[in-house]
């Protein structure tokens, strides 16, 4: 599958763009990039000094391009998303993508000795949080002419592997929300919902996954740009309910 690999500067202009763990790796670079394009981001992270440095960085060159959202998605609950709902409805009048990236690697362990407070704290993060987002803004997202439903995925969610404990295992549970979701609105909106393997990605979390590697052998997050934005072109629509690789969406 090939796309434009230089899609116009305002590309994204006029959309509304939701991005968890815009904080920090893929997500910043995300958040950047998109803005850059043209749309306007909400960016989600935990931490609000993290966020506010985000904010300061894209106000300097594209005035208001994003919005930031402090939540820790460890410890929000279904009226945290009801709230964001509301402020979005208030302030937007659809919203036109949802990337689910915020993700927490836990443990690499045997799941005989796998710790059960990772194992809770990931699944809330990794899977419960993008439930309880995702069913919040259904609505805001079905009002779009044309939305994205983004899900993060791994290799490691796509065929088990040893020592990979609760992430692995959470991104099966991603892909499942998936396909899921996308059989449920594929025929009655204008949704297009899929998962999207980054792949090995310089950045914090490939580095606590493999310490001894060089960080410099990884291509970086803002390289992963095109293909996130090839899923929001028109013709990103035929991607509906796949699992896809973003390094093989450059081929
Ligand atoms: N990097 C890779 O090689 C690779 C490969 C395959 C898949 N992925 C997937 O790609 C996505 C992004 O990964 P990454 O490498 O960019 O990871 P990262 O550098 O660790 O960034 C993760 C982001 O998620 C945020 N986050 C973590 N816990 C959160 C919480 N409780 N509430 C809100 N935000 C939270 C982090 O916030 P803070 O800034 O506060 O830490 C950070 O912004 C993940 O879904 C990951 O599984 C990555």
Not at 2 to 17: E, H, Q, V, Y
Not at 113 to 118: M, N, Q
Not at 185 to 191: A, H, K, L, R, T
Request: glycine share 8%; charged share 20%.
């Amino acid at each position: 599958m090939t796309f434009d690999l230089n899609p116009a500067n305002d590309c994204l202009a006029g959309k509304t763009i939701l991005i968890t763990g815009a904080s920090d790796g893929i997500g910043r670079a995300l958040t950047k990039g998109f803005c850059e394009h043209g749309a306007h981001v909400i960016a989600l992270g935990r931490s609000q000094e993290k966020l506010e440095a985000l904010f300061d960085e894209i106000e300097a060159c594209r005035p208001e391009a994003i919005t930031i959202h402090p939540l820790d998605l460890a410890t929000a609950q279904t009226e945290d998303y009801k709230l964001l709902a509301n402020a979005l409805d208030e302030q937007f009048s659809s919203l036109d993508g949802l990337i689910h990236n915020a993700a927490l690697l836990g443990a690499r362990s045997p799941i005989e000795f796998y710790p059960d407070g990772d194992w809770t704290t990931l699944m809330q993060v990794n899977v419960t949080a993008a439930f309880g987002l995702t069913k919040a803004l259904l609505p805001a997202l079905a009002r779009s002419e044309d939305s994205r439903l983004i899900f993060t995925s791994s290799s490691v969610g796509r065929k088990g592997r040893a020592f990979w404990g609760a992430y692995g295992i959470s991104k099966f549970a991603v892909e499942g929300l998936m396909q899921t979701i996308a059989e449920e609105v594929g025929n009655i909106s204008n949704i297009k919902v899929m998962s999207i393997n980054p792949g090995g990605t310089r950045t914090a979390m490939r580095r606590d996954a493999y310490p001894a590697e060089d960080p410099q052998t990884q291509p970086t997050a803002e390289s992963l740009l095109p293909a996130y934005l090839a899923l929001f072109s028109a013709e990103g629509q035929k991607f509906h309910g796949q699992a896809l690789d973003a390094r093989n969406l450059e081929a």
